[in-house]
T-cell receptor, first 117, second 114 residues
Framework: DTGVSQNPRHKITKRGQNVTFRCDPISEHNRLYWYRQTLGQGPEFLTY????????KSRLLSDRFSAERPKGSFSTLEIQRTEQGDSAMYLCASSPYPTSGGDNEQFFGPGTRLTVL | AQTVTQSQPEMSVQEAETVTLSCTYD???????LFWYKQPPSRQMILVIR??????QNATENRFSVNFQKAAKSFSLKISDSQLGDAAMYFC???????????FGEGTQLTVNP
């Protein structure tokens, strides 16, 4: 078990460009989550999937943001026409669901730091 | 909407001493889950401890324990015998149902002094 991985770890882009991030969850984890964290703040929920299905999207996820998990394994988060306010750490997490234990710990990846110039 | 508040932006503790981090939350649900996560300088979030609201007994994990006061909507974390490796940002988080979204507080930066 190698944990949740995210690529790239760092991305610098110019305003107006499109960027795509990838998250590989722990194998056989059904649920996958995306959060955004700005400096000095707690993570904010963006969206999550169970297998291929996107179950919930935050109002923070504007039309410029789209997330997919086409085969129920890895997920991508795309930001179109980036703005300086998009600069943040984008965190991915995964969890097994359902389990007999009831509660499901979310295991976080190292994040992708986006800087928009 | 659920909110989570951590009123202590920074805390410090001497090595081997005990420190308590505060967290309050707001919800209209009767059953929910509460968590403390640790984010070291490498920034990978790690679960420290969890509490299910329907369980009256406070959760403990080795040197970490919580004081869960459901009526007061308070969920504090006590770290005993603090170690240098405990230095990190600590986040309190809330989830309305098992496996659903987490709502995080603003975080408390813990410094452990040798």
């Amino acid at each position: 078990d190698t944990g949740v991985s995210q690529n790239p770890r760092h991305k610098i882009t110019k305003r107006g460009q499109n960027v795509t991030f990838r998250c590989d969850p722990i194998s056989e984890h059904n649920r996958l989550y995306w959060y955004r964290q700005t400096l000095g703040q707690g993570p904010e929920f963006l969206t999550y999937f169970q297998n291929e299905a996107q179950l919930e999207k935050s109002r923070l996820l504007s039309d410029r943001f789209s997330a997919e998990r086409p085969k129920g394994s890895f997920s991508t988060l795309e930001i179109q026409r980036t703005e300086q306010g998009d600069s943040a750490m984008y965190l991915c997490a995964s969890s097994p669901y359902p389990t007999s234990g009831g509660d499901n710990e979310q295991f976080f990846g190292p994040g992708t730091r986006l800087t928009v110039l | 909407a659920q909110t989570v508040t951590q009123s202590q932006p920074e805390m410090s503790v001497q090595e081997a001493e005990t420190v308590t981090l505060s967290c309050t939350y707001d919800t209209s649900e009767s059953d929910y889950y509460l968590f403390w996560y640790k984010q070291p300088p490498s920034r990978q979030m790690i679960l420290v401890i969890r509490q299910e609201a329907y369980k009256q007994q406070n959760a403990t994990e080795n040197r970490f324990s919580v004081n869960f006061q459901k009526a007061a909507k308070s969920f504090s974390l006590k770290i005993s015998d603090s170690q240098l490796g405990d230095a990190a940002m600590y986040f309190c988080a809330y989830s309305p149902t098992s496996g659903s979204r987490l709502t995080f507080g603003e975080g408390t930066q813990l410094t452990v002094n040798p």
